[in-house]
C-alpha cells in the first residue's frame, strides 16, 4: 500500500490554491509602493463621486449635498440643458473638435513611431526622439500665446501666406482658423509623446522575422506593414478604444485661452459651457448635470468602441 507521504506526480504538478491575502502578503513589497497611487486616487476621483447628486437637486451651498432638496422632476437640469438656445451648437462644436482632434492625433503617432523604427543612426535616432518629446512639456499657456503671435496679421503664419501670394488674416478673430491651430498645435505637442508606446511596442520585434524578409526580398514598406504593424496593433486598438472615450472631452484649458470677443460664441464647448456655468455664474448643480451627461456620453462611446472590438478582433479588446 502507498504511504500518506508518498505524492504522485499528478498531486506534484496540482496547483495549490492560494488566498488573496495570501498572495498579498508574499507582494507586499509591490503593494506598499502601490499604496500611495491607490490612496491618492481613491481620494481625488472616488470620493468626490457622491457630489454628482447635487445634478438631481436643488442645490444651496449652505444646505450641503444632503441637505438640499430633490428636484421635481428629477431630471431638470438636464432638461434644462437641452432647452437651452445654444446646446446643440455646444454639442456640435464639441463633437467637432474632438473627431478632428482624434482623427489626427490617433494615427500620425503610429505613423511616426513606424517611420522612427527604420532609423539606422542611434545618435540621429535618439536627437529626433528627444526634439518630438519637447513640445509635450510646454505649457499650454505658452502654446497659445505662441498661436496668437504666430496667428497676428504681423506673426509667422501669415509670414508664410505672403510668401505663398496670400493676402495677411487676423487669424484669431472669428473661428474660421480656430479649428486649424488647434488640431495643428495638438498635433505638435502629442506626435512624439504619443510614440513612445509604440516604440516600446516594436523594440521586442523579434530581429530574426527582418532576416527572413531580406532573404524573401521584401521591401522595407512590406516589412513595416508584415512585422512592424502587426506587432503594434494590439497596442493601437487598446489606444484607440482608450482615446474614443475623450471625443467629448476637449481640452478645456486651451479653448479657453483661444477665446476673445469675436469667436467666444462660436467656440463654446460642454467643457467651457460647464465653467461659465459653474465657476463663473455659481450654478453649480446646472453645470455638473451638463458635465455628467458628457461623462455618460463618454462612457457609452468606450463601451461601444470595446464592443465593436470584440466583434472583429477579441484577443485585442480591453475586456
Known amino acids: 500500500m502507498k504511504s500518506d507521504k508518498t505524492k504522485t506526480a499528478f498531486d506534484i504538478a496540482k496547483p495549490v490554491k492560494k488566498s488573496f491575502f495570501h498572495q498579498l502578503s508574499k507582494q507586499r513589497q509591490l503593494v506598499l509602493m502601490a499604496l500611495p497611487a491607490i490612496l491618492l486616487v481613491f481620494i481625488f476621483k472616488y470620493i468626490p463621486i457622491y457630489g454628482i447628486l447635487i445634478?438631481?437637486?436643488?442645490y444651496k451651498a449652505s444646505a450641503g449635498v444632503w441637505g438640499s432638496e430633490w428636484l421635481d422632476p428629477i431630471w431638470s437640469n438636464f432638461a434644462r440643458f437641452f432647452k437651452n438656445v445654444n446646446s446643440w451648437n455646444i454639442i456640435w462644436n464639441t463633437l467637432k473638435v474632438g473627431a478632428v482632434t482624434l482623427f489626427f492625433t490617433f494615427p500620425l503617432p503610429v505613423v511616426f513611431a513606424l517611420l522612427l523604427n527604420e532609423l539606422k543612426g542611434k545618435f540621429y535616432k535618439g536627437a529626433v526622439q528627444t526634439i518630438s518629446y519637447i513640445p509635450h512639456f510646454l505649457s499650454v499657456v505658452v502654446i497659445c500665446s505662441m498661436l496668437n503671435g504666430f496667428g497676428s496679421t504681423t506673426g509667422f503664419f501669415n509670414d508664410i501666406r505672403e510668401f505663398l501670394g496670400m493676402a495677411r488674416v487676423d487669424m484669431n478673430a472669428g473661428s474660421t482658423y480656430f479649428l486649424w491651430n488647434y488640431v495643428g498645435s495638438a498635433v505638435w505637442q502629442g506626435v512624439g509623446w504619443g510614440s513612445i508606446i509604440y516604440l516600446a511596442a516594436l523594440s521586442n520585434v523579434d530581429t530574426t522575422l527582418y532576416d527572413v524578409a531580406n532573404i524573401d526580398g521584401a521591401n522595407r514598406f512590406q516589412k513595416i506593414m508584415n512585422i512592424d504593424w502587426p506587432t503594434i496593433r494590439p497596442t493601437a486598438t487598446i489606444v484607440l478604444i482608450m482615446n474614443v472615450g475623450t471625443v467629448l472631452n476637449a481640452d478645456f484649458t486651451k479653448i479657453l485661452l483661444m477665446q476673445n470677443d469675436?469667436?467666444?460664441?462660436?467656440?463654446?464647448?460642454?467643457?467651457?459651457?460647464?465653467?461659465?456655468?459653474?465657476?463663473?455664474?455659481?450654478?453649480?448643480?446646472?453645470?455638473?448635470?451638463?458635465?455628467?451627461?458628457?461623462?455618460?456620453?463618454?462612457?457609452?462611446?468606450?463601451?461601444?468602441?470595446?464592443?465593436?472590438?470584440?466583434?472583429?478582433?477579441?484577443?485585442?479588446?480591453?475586456?
Open 55 to 58: 445634478a438631481f437637486k436643488d
Open 262 to 319: 469675436t469667436n467666444r460664441s462660436q467656440l463654446d464647448t460642454i467643457s467651457t459651457f460647464v465653467y461659465q456655468k459653474g465657476v463663473v455664474e455659481g450654478q453649480f448643480a446646472y453645470s455638473t448635470a451638463s458635465n455628467l451627461l458628457l461623462s455618460v456620453v463618454c462612457f457609452i462611446l468606450v463601451f461601444s468602441a470595446n464592443m465593436i472590438t470584440r466583434k472583429l478582433d477579441p484577443e485585442n479588446s480591453l475586456w
